[in-house]
């Protein structure tokens, strides 16, 4: 069964300060992978995905994330922090191989990120 | 012009009642997901509807009924509500071809409380 795990519920970084989220998944198929950010009493957002392209991928806001088959690993980072990036980030996956063929979500249980000054 | 737009955002009701949330998307999508976001921020999804069709039920309880009038549409209709309903519920959409997944795009949610 597919899954995805992130590490670490909170993130705590300088303004200024590199932002790492990390996210790793479990897919018995090759997986498209998605980044999606939730700002307070707001819906989710699409940052990023990968959908088997190139394994370095550029979203919006600065963020980018790299697909590492190897390591089952799709971690999200900035170079600079910004206090408008403190929100809650959620990594996702979708199994390309997912028999009812359609966007069957999985998410990770969120990293929540505070910027503070 | 909001792409998935859901109603009401907030919904505060007491346990017993019969309740529905709208959505409405206005992408031209084929397919539709009610998600649920419990207390913890965790996210699932809950149904999926491709062309009014439901292919998606995740071992929801009956309760829950999801109706699609047309494919721009997906209701979520929840019967006798529990206080364990109480949660965030996100409407979605996606457009999906051959073998490609596409993103989903979701809906402000409806904040939905049991009292």
């Known amino acids: 069964a597919q899954s995805v795990t992130q590490l670490g519920s909170h993130v705590s970084v300088s303004e200024g300060a590199l932002v790492l989220l990390r996210c790793n998944y479990s897919?018995?198929?090759?997986?498209?992978l998605f980044w999606y950010v939730q700002y307070p009493n707001q819906g989710l957002q699409l940052l990023l995905k990968?959908?088997?392209?190139?394994?370095l991928v550029k979203g919006i806001n600065g963020f980018e994330a790299e697909f590492k088959k190897s390591e089952t690993s799709f971690h999200l980072t900035k170079p600079s922090a910004h206090m408008s990036d403190a929100a809650e980030y959620f990594c996702a996956v979708t199994p390309m191989g997912f028999s009812g063929g359609y966007n069957k979500l999985i998410f990770g249980a969120g990293t929540r990120l505070a910027v503070h000054p | 012009d909001t792409a998935v737009s859901q109603t009401p955002k907030y919904l505060v009701t007491q346990m017993g009642n019969d309740k529905s949330i709208k959505c409405e998307q206005n992408l031209g999508h084929d397919t539709m997901y009610w998600y649920k976001q419990d207390s913890k921020k965790f996210l699932k999804i809950m149904f999926s509807y491709n062309n009014k069709e439901l292919i998606i039920n995740e071992t929801v309880p009956n309760r829950f009924s999801p109706k699609s009038p047309d494919k721009a549409h997906l209701n979520l209709h929840i019967n006798s509500l529990e206080l364990g309903d109480s949660a965030v519920y996100f409407c979605?959409?996606?457009?999906?071809?051959?073998?490609?997944?596409?993103?989903?795009?979701f809906g402000q949610g409806t904040r939905l409380t049991v009292v």
């Open positions: 990968y959908t088997s392209a190139a394994t």
């Open positions: 979605a959409s996606s457009q999906v071809g051959g073998q490609m997944n596409t993103e989903a795009f």
């Open positions: 897919s018995s198929v090759p997986p498209y």
